[in-house]
């Protein structure tokens, strides 16, 4: 049988999936499974939006739409940029996808030629480097310090451009550290893309999931320069507890624009009528769930960052956005505990699954091997027995 492609060949399954898959076959066993793995809002989409969506079919928003999107999400989304973001954009400049990892993808796609380097800021969104080879482009891994939030350092993006460089992908606030850039810091790093002509995919998916009064400012916000090389992403998923409907978006330059709606066009034609109808109700409809879902994240995030740090040989900062902590694990490794000495987070994720029944993802996923990533997501009770059936594992004797 003649190979699979190059482009298959080299790309690693993603983590998250893996785990989350093998907690929801134990807990079709009936094993009681404590899942931090999780990548979406606990909570259903609003109802509002749901019933645009049902009204959306019913008065047969049920066929093919322009591929970038209908005129009128393309409108709310540039009304929703000028509003919050203070970004001027029109409608042409808008390509509606399906989700924002497909902006993302798309985005890739028109950008990168073979051997073009992407550079991503580890700890990186698992998806990042495997999108970048995907698209015949060379991710370069830029590793940042816990002790820096996890920031990058701007000497450091200096020194890792080089000729081929084409994009940088910036994902603030994060996952899965959850540190957000302040306006300085992204006033640096926008400097230096200007300077050296670099592309920024600035993931902003997580722009409305964000504490204690720190404010999220987009990397486009610095003048025309910077806008005109960067990709501003986001989507419907996490702010809206949308994840299903699959609806994400990019504003580019009108002509990075219109290659990635061609491409677009060819590869899966339009995004979801039905969902973009419910998505100018997101945008445009009342934002009130928003806050009493932010508020309940950010109780959470509390307590679990609290548990977390109690735990012998587990530290975590804390996060200012996203629904993340990435604990620093390092300390459980290469000690007896729990009838085995475990060597690298992949091992410790697996082992809490087995005898803990406690799903988290290892940070070898996002290139921070050391680390495991939890996610809050999920109830205040399922926090508590969570993090206390850790601590009974880690500190049953060998
Ligand atoms: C969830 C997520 C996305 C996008 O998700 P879609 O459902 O495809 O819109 C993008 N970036 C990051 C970092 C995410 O965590």
């Not at 400097?191 to 409305?208: F, L």
């Not at 005109?228 to 507890?241: I, P, Q, W």
Request: with cysteine; aromatic share 6%; glycine share 8%.
């Amino acid at each position: 049988m003649k190979k699979l492609a190059e482009r298959v060949l080299n790309i690693t399954p993603s983590v998250t999936f893996s785990i989350d898959a093998k907690a929801k076959q134990m807990a079709a066993q009936g094993i009681k499974v404590v899942n931090f793995g999780v990548g979406e809002p606990d909570f259903d989409t609003p109802a509002h939006i749901a019933a645009a969506g049902i009204a959306a079919i019913e008065a047969g928003h049920t066929r093919y739409t322009p591929s970038s999107g209908t005129e009128k999400l393309r409108q709310a989304i540039c009304q929703k940029l000028g509003s919050e973001n203070q970004l001027s954009y029109n409608p042409a400049q808008i390509v509606v996808s399906n989700g924002a990892k497909h902006s993302i993808y798309n985005a890739l796609l028109a950008l990168c030629d073979p051997g073009d380097e992407v550079i991503v800021p580890a700890p990186y969104w698992v998806s990042y480097p495997e999108m970048v080879k995907m698209a015949s482009g060379v991710p370069k891994i830029l590793d940042t310090r816990e002790e820096e939030d996890f920031k990058v350092r701007p000497e450091e993006l200096v020194a890792a451009i080089t000729t081929r460089t084409k994009a940088l992908i910036l994902n603030s606030p994060s996952n899965p550290t959850g540190m957000v850039y302040s306006a300085s810091e992204l006033k640096i790093i926008a400097d230096i893309c200007v300077q050296h002509q670099v592309y920024v995919i600035s993931d902003e998916i997580y722009e409305k999931l964000i504490y204690d009064g720190v404010k999220h400012v987009s990397m486009a916000s610095f003048g025309p320069d910077i806008k005109e090389l960067t990709v501003v992403v986001n989507g419907m998923s996490k702010a809206y507890a949308m994840t299903g409907w699959r609806i994400g978006y990019t504003a580019s330059n009108s002509a990075l624009a219109a290659a990635m709606g061609s491409l677009q066009s060819h590869a899966t034609s339009n995004p979801n009528s039905i969902a973009q109808t419910a998505s100018v109700e997101a945008l445009c409809g009342s934002q009130e769930a928003i806050g009493a879902m932010l508020q309940e994240f950010a109780r959470r995030r509390l307590r679990m960052v609290e548990l977390l740090n109690q735990l012998p040989g587990v530290s975590c900062r804390m996060p200012q956005g996203a629904f993340y902590v990435l604990a620093n694990i390092s300390q459980l490794l290469g000690v007896p505990y729990g009838g085995e000495v475990i060597l690298d987070d992949v091992r410790l994720a697996g082992v809490m699954l087995d005898k803990a029944h406690v799903a988290v993802v290892p940070g070898s996923g996002f290139g921070a091997r050391n680390y495991i990533r939890l996610s809050y997501a999920t109830s205040m009770e399922n926090i508590e027995a969570g993090v206390s059936r850790i601590r009974t594992y880690i500190t049953t004797p060998y």
